[in-house]
C-alpha cells in the first residue's frame, strides 16, 4: 500500500504564495494534485509524470508550478498569485503507469482570505 503524507497548507492573504509538499513510500510514475472547494466536486489541478511531464487545469496555469524530485519520491506545487477561489482542500494523488492503480493522501487545507 503506497503512502502519501502532504504538508505546507495554511492560511495566507489574496496574492500570497505557498508551498505544497508530498512525500509517496515508494516511486510511482504520475503524482499530482487534485483540490475539493466546499460544496464542490473533487478537480485536476496539476499532474507530473516521473519523465517530468506536466499538466495544469486552466485556472491555475501561470501561478502554479508543480515539480518532482524522483531521488525522495516526493512532489512540490508552487502555488502564488493565490485568489480566493484557490480556497480548498489539496489533495496528492499517484498513479501507477500499468495497473493505473489510484493513491489518495489525506488532504491538506489551503484558505486564501484576507
Known amino acids: 500500500q503506497v503512502q502519501l503524507v502532504e504538508s505546507g497548507g495554511g492560511l495566507v492573504q489574496p496574492g500570497g504564495s505557498l508551498r505544497l509538499s508530498c512525500a509517496a513510500s515508494?516511486?510511482?510514475?504520475?503524482m499530482g494534485w487534485y483540490r475539493q472547494a466546499p460544496g464542490k466536486g473533487r478537480e485536476l489541478v496539476a499532474t507530473i509524470t516521473r519523465m517530468d511531464k506536466t499538466d495544469y487545469t486552466d485556472s491555475v496555469k501561470g501561478r502554479f508550478t508543480i515539480s518532482r524530485d524522483n531521488a525522495q519520491n516526493s512532489i512540490f506545487l508552487q502555488m502564488n498569485t493565490l485568489i480566493p477561489d484557490d480556497t480548498a482542500v489539496y489533495f496528492c494523488?499517484?498513479?501507477?503507469?500499468?495497473?493505473?492503480?489510484?493513491?489518495w493522501g489525506q488532504g491538506t487545507q489551503v484558505t486564501v482570505s484576507s
Open positions: 515508494e516511486s510511482i510514475f504520475t
Open positions: 494523488y499517484a498513479r501507477t503507469l500499468v495497473s493505473k492503480r489510484v493513491y
